[in-house]
């Protein structure tokens, strides 16, 4: 919609006003002609290719408005007056910053406008935000939030490259988000509101004094932004309005920068936009004059509408003295900041330490794979962990049987102490080293939970319990396991088989280091599966363990365990070696005897028997029926792989061959040579203090006897 140009309207050189032609006196066929042209004709006047327009006043002709904008009494308001508000005001058509000369240039143009503006706040030395000329890509700036955003940006967009946006922003107040050097200035913004350069307002005079200006004075002021592509050189100056107004000769603000890389050259929309923010205030722009490759044209000043912005900044009411506002504002403000600070530092508090919480689990997660289970699906699956639930305790938590809500499946879930540090490494090792092993005799860790201080595991459930309890327990009625169960549980499908997975067959090497009855658990078939690796400590193949302190149970703990305390795969087998025994005879590894008292190693009452002339004198007496050359096998198997040189004892993968009779037992393993490796006794000294008896029991518990001792010194 073009119309002539008013005193109210703009000029636009070389544009033809297509109504005018219409209304000539021209044959009938010209104008079917000319309606066939018309839509031609708009389209070809979609983009401004003469570059150039003025506008002294604003009657709303060629003219976009968004918002809070609007045109009344020749002035262009870009805000209401109401808070938290933003106003867009563009040129009707984007311009063509494409060089004539060179067509296929990205090199923007030179471009020359000036405008004239004025800001009217509720008072003087205070104001809402201010506004600004822009240059951008588009002119839907709909995203685009209020108060310190100036209706150009927001939060998550302010930066990026993508804007293809210049600003010269008009600001009125200071915002340390964006690092405004004050409450009173001009800043150049490139896709950021961070601006590049930037000054207090004001402008120079021809000696080089600087003037000073107040934006929110409620006085007109003129603004005049040049850029120059040869140079890339971009200018921005301000003075005050008079009927006779001069451009000052040295610029507010000069930066060099290529404006190429930021506006795209085919596209550019021209324009302004401002924004309220707690206070209400009013932004005019009063004329606006633009030109591609050019000087801008002077404003017909007789034209602007100075006499109407006059009369509306007399009409706000000013305040009783200069400083009465800003006391009232202190008493109220005042109060309110304290509290705010007060508020603001416990909820800083309370967030860094939930942020705290949620990195901690964060890095937990990122290392140890997402939690399984929410605390509240175990806690209802356990119902609150209630003692009729509990499956027994343990030296770093509880076990208890839960009920999944969900899918109904039954599970062990193990509540690790929250207070006990080994506890919690006991947590870790059973995610980081079981939660990867799949083996049909290791017990199978579903998954974990970490809330806060809780600490909980979820494995497959064993109804028939740990085999501890079917060779130990007072009540022999149905709970002894017959000879074939045993073997089972020992053999090639039972645990011999889980630890050579772990020993030989998985990608690392994994010491189990707490081998025992207690930690054998079956399934509802009788199937014996290894559990509890809390202690266990994995390493690549080829490499030594790094283990340095004695873990385990006294009974399975090798010599070597005890006096060095590197645990390795020998010190495994030497624990199963006293486990297939122990198995075999239903006696625990140290037990006492009752006719005088003193306390036994099993491996001393195996070996016994095999001296006396039958091994299988050692057997459990409540078996009634068994095949002598498998009791045979295992016992002397047990004391081979518990023999006190770990050099002596096989490899996992021997055992198994041994358990399954690929392989006979060496033959000249016989006792003597059990009892020449036993029987030297290496006393430096006597036994004078706390530790040293501590390694002789600890010897004692492992069963060699007479123990090979290391004093150490007070």
């Given at each position: 919609m073009v119309k002539e140009a008013s005193s109210m309207s703009v000029r636009r050189p070389g544009l033809v006003c297509l109504a005018d032609?219409?209304?000539?006196?021209?044959?009938?066929?010209?104008?079917?002609?000319?309606?066939?042209?018309?839509?031609?004709?708009?389209?070809?006047?979609?983009?401004?290719?003469?570059?150039?327009?003025?506008?002294?006043?604003?009657?709303?002709?060629?003219?976009?408005?968004?918002d809070a904008a609007s045109v009344t009494n020749g002035l262009l308001s870009l805000t209401s007056g109401q808070k938290e508000l933003r106003g867009h005001a563009f040129y009707a058509f984007p311009l063509d910053f494409t060089s004539a000369a060179v067509p296929n240039s990205s090199a923007v143009l030179s471009f020359s406008t000036t405008f004239v503006f004025a800001i009217i706040g509720p008072y003087d030395d205070l104001s809402g935000h201010g506004l600004a000329f822009v240059l951008s890509s588009t002119n839907d700036l709909f995203t685009a939030l209020p108060s310190q955003y100036l209706g150009l940006l927001n939060s998550w967009n302010d930066g990026n490259s993508s804007n293809h946006l210049l600003a010269i922003e008009l600001d009125t107040i200071q915002s340390t988000q964006f690092n405004d050097i004050n409450d009173n200035h001009i800043g150049i913004d490139i896709n950021s509101l961070s601006s590049v350069a930037s000054h207090t307002a004001g402008y120079y005079t021809s000696n080089g004094e600087f003037h000073p200006l107040k934006l929110i004075s409620r006085k007109p002021m003129q603004v005049w932004v040049d850029y120059d592509s040869n140079h890339i050189m971009l200018n921005v100056t301000i003075a005050p309005y008079f009927m006779s107004s001069t451009k000052p000769s040295r610029p507010l603000l000069s930066t060099i920068f290529n404006l190429s890389s930021i506006l795209p050259t085919a596209t550019v929309y021209a324009g302004f936009s401002s924004a309220t923010g707690t206070l209400n205030c009013k932004h005019y722009v009063l004329g606006w004059s633009f030109k591609l490759n050019g000087e801008a044209a002077s404003l017909n000043y007789s034209a602007l509408s100075v006499k109407t912005i006059q009369e509306l900044a007399q009409q706000v009411p000013t305040s009783d003295h200069p400083g009465s506002y800003k006391v009232l504002i202190c008493k109220i403000l005042l109060p309110i900041v304290a509290i705010f600070v007060l508020v603001s530092a416990v909820l800083v508090k309370v967030h860094m330490k939930r942020r705290s919480q949620e990195r901690a689990e964060l890095d937990w997660q990122r290392e140890y794979g997402p939690p399984s289970f929410t605390y509240k699906e175990l806690l209802a699956a356990t119902h609150g962990f209630k003692d009729k639930m509990l499956l027994g305790r343990g030296g770093f938590g509880s076990v208890y049987k839960g009920v999944m809500p969900i899918s109904k499946q039954i599970a062990a879930i193990k509540r690790v102490s929250p207070e006990s540090r080994q506890g919690m490494r006991e947590f870790m090792a059973e995610i980081t080293?079981?939660?990867?092993?799949?083996?049909?005799?290791?017990?199978?860790?579903?998954?974990?939970?970490?809330?806060?201080?809780?600490?909980?595991?979820?494995?497959?459930?064993?109804?028939?319990?740990?085999?501890?309890?079917?060779?130990?327990?007072?009540?022999?009625?149905?709970?002894?396991?017959?000879?074939?169960?045993?073997?089972?549980?020992?053999?090639g499908i039972g645990i011999a088989s889980g630890l050579f997975y772990l020993h030989e067959d998985w990608e690392q090497v994994v010491i189990h280091r707490d081998i025992k009855t207690s930690n054998v658990l079956l399934d509802s078939e009788m199937n014996a599966r290894l559990g509890d690796f809390g202690l266990a400590r994995s390493h690549d193949h080829g490499a030594d363990a790094h283990t340095t302190h004695v873990a385990g149970t006294y009974g399975y703990i090798a010599p070597e365990l005890a006096r060095l305390g590197k645990a390795t795969k020998a010190t495994d087998i030497f624990a199963f070696g006293v486990l297939m025994m122990e198995v075999t005879c239903a006696i625990r590894p140290i037990w006492v005897n009752t006719t005088d008292g003193e306390p036994l190693a099993l491996a001393d009452w195996v070996l016994a028997a095999w001296q006396g002339g039958s091994i299988t004198d050692?057997?459990?007496?409540r078996l009634d029926?068994?095949?002598?050359?498998?009791?045979?096998?295992?016992?002397?198997?047990?004391?081979?792989?518990?023999?006190?040189?770990?050099?002596?004892?096989?490899?996992?993968?021997?055992?198994?061959?041994?358990?399954?009779?690929?392989?006979?037992?060496?033959?000249?393993?016989?006792?003597?040579?059990?009892?020449s490796i036993g029987t030297t006794v290496f006393l430096a000294q006597p036994l004078k203090n706390c530790l040293s008896l501590l390694i002789f029991a600890c010897h004692l518990s492992i069963g060699v006897w007479p123990p090979t001792l290391v004093i150490i010194h007070s």
């Open positions: 032609v219409m209304n000539m006196h021209q044959p009938c066929f010209l104008q079917y002609l000319l309606l066939i042209l018309v839509p031609l004709l708009l389209s070809a006047s979609a983009y401004d290719r003469s570059g150039e327009f003025i506008f002294d006043g604003f009657s709303g002709n060629d003219l976009i408005t968004m080293i079981l939660g990867h092993l799949r083996h049909r005799n290791l017990v199978q860790l579903i998954g974990y939970c970490s809330h806060k201080q809780h600490l909980l595991l979820v494995y497959d459930y064993m109804p028939n319990g740990s085999l501890d309890c079917y060779l130990h327990t007072q009540d022999h009625g149905n709970t002894n396991l017959c000879w074939a169960q045993r073997f089972h549980i020992i053999k050692a057997v459990d007496p029926s068994y095949v002598d050359e498998e009791i045979e096998l295992v016992l002397k198997l047990g004391l081979l792989c518990s023999h006190p040189s770990p050099n002596a004892r096989p490899c996992m993968r021997l055992v198994m061959q041994y358990l399954q009779s690929d392989t006979p037992l060496p033959s000249d393993f016989q006792p003597n040579s059990l009892l």
